[in-house]
């Protein structure tokens, strides 16, 4: 379901992203020395992190990084400890609600309703998100035909496959065309064809609507392939920051994304396993990840 009831606002659609990096109001998140603790001990150290307008910019890591965790303080889910952030120009502290009614955010748990149709999730969340009555109708077929869920929208989510839901609730959560798409483990638990279909569904949001769009993965590859920028969370902090190419660059010709991780972290990734069933994978995801 969408993270809570939010006005309209308009996409950010047109901008390029700048030559210039001083340029502020092209930075949709910025953090300082964003923080939190959880009983005294640190999920999230001192992280400074900057996303520019139209990155594709990935969080990696192992399970347990921080990066749930960073995305949760990024949308107001969690208080901070210490720190400041802001995100599409609101203060996640002071201005919470503004930054929930810019910002779009895909959860790693299931969050559509399996008893309802693809349609009705769609139709519900754009009345959660205020979307004009006169345009609703227009917006959920363009979102159907862009997740390429137009065949299946009168049938029970609960239906779906992985990679269907996970389209079906992007959609729910860009309906409203938020400034900034955040996606927890987006394709966690779907098989190559159901990854590279989201994939390519991330692509053209940012091509169709020029949103700005920070994922979590602990999936190198994934990084890779999709990523303007990443950057590697280990043990809370954020300890390197790049272009998968600049980052392999640095360690050699023949370098992976798993090679420039082991050279900060220390260790191997844990992948995770094949799908089966969404909901069990899902629920299976650690709650301060």
Request: charged letters at 25%.
């Amino acid at each position: 379901m969408p993270l809570a009831l939010s006005p309209q606002v308009s996409p950010v659609g047109g901008m390029p992203l700048p030559q210039n990096r001083a340029n502020d109001a092209m930075c949709l998140i910025d953090t300082e020395e964003l923080t939190k603790a959880f009983d005294g001990q640190i999920a999230v150290d001192h992280v400074n992190l900057r996303v520019w307008a139209q990155e594709i910019f990935g969080l990696i890591g192992p399970n347990g990084a921080g990066k749930s965790t960073l995305i949760k303080m990024l949308t107001t889910l969690l208080p901070p400890t210490e720190g400041e952030a802001r995100v599409a120009g609101c203060d996640i502290r002071r201005e919470a609600p503004q930054v929930r009614a810019r910002i779009g955010y895909v959860p790693q748990l299931l969050s559509a309703d399996g008893a309802l149709t693809g349609y009705e999730n769609l139709m519900l969340s754009a009345r959660l998100y205020r979307i004009p009555v006169r345009e609703q109708r227009q917006r959920i077929q363009e979102a159907l035909e862009l997740t390429q869920l137009t065949s299946v929208a009168h049938r029970a989510a609960q239906h779906y496959s992985g990679g269907m839901l996970r389209r079906l609730e992007i959609a729910q959560n860009t309906l409203h065309r938020p400034a900034l798409l955040i996606m927890d483990e987006p394709t966690v638990g779907l098989d190559p064809v159901g990854r590279d279909t989201i994939w390519e569904h991330v692509r053209e949001l940012r091509a169709r609507h020029g949103m700005t769009i920070l994922l979590t993965t602990h999936a190198m590859d994934e990084a890779d392939a999709l990523c303007d920028r990443v950057g590697i969370l280990h043990s809370g902090r954020l300890e390197k920051v790049g272009a998968p190419s600049a980052l392999k660059a640095e360690l050699g010709p023949d370098a992976t994304l798993d090679d420039v991780f082991v050279s900060v972290a220390g260790h191997d990734i844990d992948q995770p396993g094949n799908y089966r069933d969404v909901r069990l994978t899902r629920r299976s995801a650690r709650g301060h990840g």
